[in-house]
Nanobody, 126 residues
Framework: QVQLVESGGGLVQDGGSLRLSCRAS????????MGWFRRAPGKEREWVAA????????DYSRAVDGRFTISRDNTKSMVYLQMNSLKPEDTATYYC???????????????????WGQGTQVTVFS
């Protein structure tokens, strides 16, 4: 099992930027797909982005494509989500997750992930 701790959330104005970090411990994440999800008040958990074990491939939801960038540093057991051009509709709690299988096409599905962080709140005001 890997422990995940998110940080970097906060309050930001419409159009602003934030960088979320996810620190992994307890097990190496070098073979895991890593993902970011979010949950807004009153809504279902939503997939945001995922990155393959090497960091050479990534994918994004349509809602954030072109504005968010996921990256990882396996040497530091860290995963990042750079969020630019933030909008009020991006307001949510953001969660980092680890898929130990490390391959496959189900990375948009929460059930595919084995380990989750506690989340970090992002609030975008206009």
């Amino acid at each position: 099992q890997v422990q995940l701790v998110e940080s970097g959330g906060g309050l930001v104005q419409d159009g602003g930027s934030l960088r979320l970090s996810c620190r992994a411990s307890g097990h190496s994440i070098t073979e895991y797909i890593m993902g970011w999800f979010r949950r807004a008040p009153g809504k279902e958990r939503e997939w945001v982005a995922a990155i393959n074990p090497s960091g050479g491939g990534s994918d994004y939801s349509r809602a954030v494509d072109g504005r968010f960038t996921i990256s990882r540093d396996n040497t530091k057991s860290m995963v990042y989500l750079q969020m630019n051009s933030l909008k009020p509709e991006d307001t949510a709690t953001y969660y980092c997750a680890a898929d130990r299988q490390g391959y496959g096409t189900d990375y948009k599905t929460p059930e595919q992930y084995d380990d989750w962080g506690q989340g970090t709140q992002v609030t975008v005001f206009s």
